[in-house]
């Protein structure tokens, strides 16, 4: 199975995702309620029918954000009942409301998964594939740009940077039909790549698809230099490993070791996060933000009118045990790209009011392209239906978040202070490696190198969303975005945890 990176969500052990064409591509991520709320109302979001796209109807009507748009005229009959509610969501999609920036509709996130592929992505953890993802370099070169530590490539020496001569005897060409040839290659169970490593030896080499989990930190190093000593984070998903007892156990031990080494500033690479659980974001913030802000809001969440009941605001909680070792920087720099979407995005936002120097160093395949993180304020939960045997998790967006400041505009993206190439050359935290390179640069000299627009801001309207980029082969579906706590069972049992 082949699929790109590239969505978003949050989720709450509810899940913030996006869709990329006909492919899943989702982003979640998840909160935690530190707020007091009202006894909330026992309530059932989905009303039994026979018919199942009555059912995610009645519960878009219920728990959609934009419920209020959805007219009593809507006739799901009007879909298809045997395309996974794809016509139908897509339906659902259009009632919300219009980027006044874009003229889009601000859902291009919703979508429903089957239970398997629930189970797989977000209880399991794991995808099936190679644990690899390649793209062109700027000379036109097929490199890796990421491979899992869990792969068999991996484990066999392959890193980010180094060449792709051939897969399956299919040598690569920046071209449709070579695209799709290797797609079919990579659907396979077993594959034949030939690799070049950084000192041109080869590696031909027999590799089997396997369930392969992501890294959720790929790395961590420190810089020491100018008289600063610079913390370096590549981490990779806000999604938890499904076998840890921590939801976050690499994010511990990255921070352990930061800490441990005293880092004055903090850069941390999300170009490839698509997204996660809220309540990380919330426990990776709770260890940067300065302790003089305990208390404060770090970010709030609307629901429509009906679920308003459970609006919250989520609080600096500095004691939170859950925590990862507090690291406290002077500084925090983040490196995006158009894949950075939905948790990556909320942890971005929530820093905001609290660091005066926030940068954002975007790569890109083009130096000419501006391009802007994913665009995802919004959350959801994953709703299974029909209630008695699942079949299906709808993962409609139930709410929209906003930082201490009350800011939320960045529906089109965050437009990064200043654009580099993604430097697929090179591995990770290597100082030539461009995103890397140019947030150690602004970090030492106090400037960028290149022009950009020096402050965060509504950006061009542009979105990975929808788009099958021409030199990213996809790898495995991946849902990726803004999860919920315990899913909408906080709706119907009252629990507030």
């Known amino acids: 199975m082949v699929s790109l990176k590239s969505t978003s969500f949050l989720l709450r052990r509810s899940l913030s995702v996006g ?33 199942l796209r009555d059912t995610l109807a009645n519960y ?26 794809y016509g139908e969501t897509i339906a659902i999609r259009g009632f919300s409301s219009l980027d006044p920036t874009t003229g889009n509709n601000l859902d291009r996130f919703s979508f429903v ?8 992505e977000f209880v399991g953890g794991s995808s099936a594939g190679y644990g690899m993802y390649f793209r062109f ?65 080869k590696h031909p080499l027999l590799l089997n698809s396997a369930s392969i989990v992501d890294d959720e930190v790929i790395t961590t190093k420190v810089i020491d ?48 996060n698509s997204g996660g659980y809220v309540e990380i974001v919330q426990e990776m913030a709770n260890a940067l933000v300065p302790a003089s802000n305990q208390g404060k809001v770090l970010f ?39 894949g950075t979407a939905s948790a990556s995005e909320l942890i971005i936002n929530s820093l905001l009011p609290y660091f005066s ?49 009350g800011q939320d505009n960045y529906t089109a993206g965050f437009l990064p202070d200043v654009q580099v190439y993604d430097g697929v050359e090179y591995d990770w935290g290597n100082l030539k490696e461009d995103g890397f390179a140019e947030a150690i640069h602004y970090l030492v000299t106090g400037t960028l190198s290149f022009s950009g627009n020096n402050a965060l801001s509504i950006g061009n309207g542009k979105s990975s969303m929808g788009l099958i980029l021409n030199d990213d082969i996809l790898i495995r579906n991946k849902v990726s975005g803004i999860f919920h706590k315990n899913s909408l069972k906080k709706f119907r049992t009252g629990n507030s945890n």
């Open 19 to 51: 869709f990329i064409l006909c492919l899943l591509l989702v982003a979640s991520c998840k909160k935690t309620n530190t707020s007091s709320n009202p006894n909330p109302v026992i309530i059932d979001p989905v009303v039994k029918t026979v018919d």
């Open 60 to 85: 878009a009507k219920l728990a959609y954000y934009w419920n209020a748009n959805i007219p009593a005229s809507f006739n799901p009959h009007s879909y298809s009942s045997t395309d996974g509610f």
């Open 113 to 120: 998964l089957t239970e398997a592929q629930y189970q797989q």
């Open 137 to 201: 370099d700027r000379n036109g070169i097929y490199r890796i740009r990421y491979a899992a530590h869990a792969s068999q490539a991996y484990a066999q020496g392959v890193r980010r940077g180094w060449e792709v001569d051939s897969i399956n005897g299919i040598v690569p060409s920046n071209d449709t039909t070579f695209l799709h040839k290797v797609s079919t290659a990579l659907g396979g169970n077993t594959v034949r790549i030939a690799f070049k490593d950084p000192n041109g030896n």
């Open 225 to 272: 230099t100018a008289g600063k000593k610079i913390g370096y984070m590549v981490y990779n998903t806000f999604l938890p490993l499904a076998s840890s007892t921590s939801m976050h156990p690499g994010l511990d031990s990255a921070f352990k070791g930061l800490a441990a080494k005293g880092i004055t500033d903090l850069i941390i690479d999300l170009r490839y």
């Open 300 to 338: 709030t969440e609307k629901f429509n009118s009906q679920l308003s009941v459970y609006n919250t605001s989520t609080l600096v909680d500095k004691n939170n045990a859950k925590n990862p070792p507090a690291v406290n920087p002077n500084s925090v720099t983040f490196i995006v790209s158009e």
């Open 357 to 405: 120097n926030v940068k954002l160093i975007g790569v890109t395949k083009g130096r000419a392209v501006s391009t802007n993180t994913a665009g995802k304020p919004f959350g959801f939960f994953n709703e299974p239906f029909p209630s008695a045997m699942h079949q299906y998790e709808a993962f409609l967006i139930n709410d929209e978040t906003k930082n201490a400041l």
